[in-house]
């Protein structure tokens, strides 16, 4: 079975520096899918930013980036210009693909310092 | 554009009383469907998917049923509620050739 772990439950950054969220997996899959989720408060799951696993190139999605280390199952999430609506619980989740549901880590707390 | 409903927002139920929680989608044909359950300080779990009307995959052996009458209609039920069903629901789709997946707002449900 696919495990998703998030080491750092709590995370706290000044508004305006960058900050990164870690994640590891493990899985015997060649093909699959990474995501990184937000929560707020309102306890609505954004979806943030999406990886393929064929993909050799990270995405990006405006000041939200991942490091994708296929190799080494590792895809942490880099936010540049940190801004007081980031503060949230972030989740990394990873899917088989097709109708494969998420399997979730435990989720990372993000605090923005104004 | 799709939009995936979810109701009620929050539910207070008595032990041993039974569950309806409804899931729709507009705005795209049969997609997939997922019910998960956030228990609180927790990330979500998967609880039941589904492919298409009557098809129902569970991933967690538990009180929970989950049923799927219409392509656009994912609903969660249980005929005895435990104490330890309560938690926060989220429904989610995708499109029928897979990721990502969106969420409903989620139910808050609490059980006395």
């Known amino acids: 079975a696919q495990t998703v772990t998030q080491s750092q439950p709590e995370m706290s950054v000044q508004e305006a520096e960058t900050v990164t969220l870690s994640c590891t997996y493990d899985t015997s899959e060649s093909d699959y899918y990474l995501f990184w989720y937000k929560q707020p408060p309102s306890r609505q799951m954004i979806l943030v930013i999406r990886?393929?696993?064929?993909?050799?190139q990270n995405a990006t999605e405006n000041r939200f980036s991942v490091n994708f280390q296929k190799a080494a199952k590792s895809f942490s999430l880099k936010i540049s210009d940190s801004q007081l609506g980031d503060a949230a619980m972030y989740f990394c989740?990873?899917?088989?693909?097709?109708?494969?549901?998420?399997?979730f880590g435990k989720g990372t707390h993000l605090i923005i310092q104004p | 554009s799709q939009t995936i409903h979810q109701w009620p927002a929050t539910l207070v139920q008595p032990v041993g009383s039974p569950l309806s929680l409804e899931c729709t989608v507009e705005g795209t044909s049969n997609p997939n469907l997922y019910w998960y359950r956030q228990a609180a300080g927790r990330g979500l779990q998967l609880l039941f998917y589904s492919v298409g009307i009557g098809q129902i995959s569970s991933e967690v052996p538990q009180n929970l049923s989950a049923s799927r009458p219409q392509d656009r209609q994912f609903i969660l039920s249980s005929k005895k509620l435990l104490l330890s069903d309560s938690g926060f629901y989220l429904c989610a789709w995708s499109r029928s050739g897979g990721q990502p997946q969106h969420f409903g707002d989620g139910t808050r449900l609490s059980i006395l």
């Open positions: 989740a990873y899917s088989g693909g097709g109708a494969d549901g998420l399997t």
């Open positions: 990886q393929e696993a064929y993909k050799q």
